[in-house]
């Protein structure tokens, strides 16, 4: 099976304590490991331990708020 990648970026004029993450997430047999809820920004309701978005570094509570390269 071929790697799908998901990778975000934050936007670049944060408010004051927030780190801007890049991130790309090779997803894996499972999936990508996170689910997410919202709609700008989207919130990081879960990830799965040992996942492909935990493996990436992402956490609960992350924002994703742009998207750059996206397949299912």
């Known amino acids: 099976m071929e790697s799908e990648r998901l990778s975000y970026i934050t936007e670049p004029d944060l408010p004051t304590g927030l780190e801007q993450k890049n991130v790309i997430i090779q ?3 499972f999936g990508y490991g996170l689910t997410v809820s919202g709609d700008n ?6 990830v799965r331990e040992g996942g492909a978005a935990h ?5 609960v509570n992350d924002q994703i708020i742009k998207v750059r390269y996206f397949i299912l």
Not at 41 to 46: D, F, G, R, T
Not at 55 to 59: H, L, P, V
């Open 55 to 59: 493996k990436a570094g992402i956490n």
């Open 41 to 46: 920004p989207v919130y990081v309701l879960s």
């Open 27 to 29: 997803r894996d047999r």
